[in-house]
């Protein structure tokens, strides 16, 4: 059916484009990418329609020149004000967010090629980062390093890069501060590079001087990476990953440490579909390409974060390839 896409991951999955805003229709016998930016028509290979007022009344204008009175959206990205301008129209919609996740999910051959690229990148950005790792330098200084490794063979970072170390390791989402590093401290380094629109997301955690408590730890965070990839095969829920993993730690006692997903789909976005969460409902199939990332984290003391990504092929193949080990 005829669709309009509003999500700039929809708009490049379905343009091609490396760079691209407003939004794309998408007719039985063409396609229109509808926005302000005059540059894009030199850029785009569909038809270009310049918006001269506001794109959703462009939209309005256009749909109404095609005698469109039904049109398939994504409820889950298309914006208020846009579904509020279709209501006023009185232009049915359909939410076929489900056949655009479904599609999006099955990685091509050119799109595998760009991941593994942005896979390549974020290696080489964290051998040089694990290699810089000294005491007494901050969070940020070593956040620096990598993320200029990374801007040397990428189009951009694929989000802000999460150094953290001590106890600011027990929050799986943090800015890097000043706060220097110890010998003694956990330190997670969380890194990503964008090619093509395509993003990798790698994670280690290092200790200069671990004890034996965070080598043990350690060690349990490697079994369940290899416990979930156990578990991910084509057809099989991606939450039985998760159940598996959550009964490892049950078992070894640390079921409390354990406060996030297991992984996430890894594409045009650095979280898509699909899941692996207690409550996932995506079903697995071969050519998805995703991140496993099992972690332990506890206020106070800290935590860590082993993450990497790969893609479904009858079993998971690992497209990062950097070493393990807790010691820099």
Known sequence: MNTLLDSESDLRYFSGQQSTSGMLLITKGRKYLIAKDPDLARLTRFSFVPVDTTVPDAVIAML???RIRKIGVRNDTISYTMVKKLEEAHIKTQDVANEIIERREIKTKQELSSIKKACSVADEAMRVTRESIC???????????????LLCGSERLSFDLIVE???????AHYYPTERKIRPTDLVIVDIGACV???????????????????????????????????????????KGAYDAVGAFFKKRGVAGMWKYNLGHGI?????????????SHDMLRDE??????????KKGWGGMRIEDDYV?????IKLTRSEYGLVP
């Open 64 to 66: 109404r020149k095609l």
């Open 165 to 171: 170390s001590g106890e600011n390791c027990a929050y």
């Open 135 to 149: 005491p007494g330098m901050t969070e940020r200084e070593l956040c620096s390093i990598a993320a200029a490794e």
């Open 288 to 297: 998805m390409t995703f991140a496993i990332e099992p972690g332990l984290h």
């Open 196 to 238: 093509d629109g395509y993003h990798s997301d790698l994670t280690r955690t290092f200790c200069m001087q671990p004890d034996e408590e965070k080598q043990h730890l350690y060690d349990a965070l490697l079994t369940a990476r290899r416990i979930a990839l156990d578990n991910i095969r084509p057809g099989r829920p991606a």
């Open 267 to 279: 594409g045009l976005d650095v979280h898509e579909e699909p899941w692996f969460s207690k409550t």
């Open 312 to 316: 479904l092929h009858g079993r998971p």
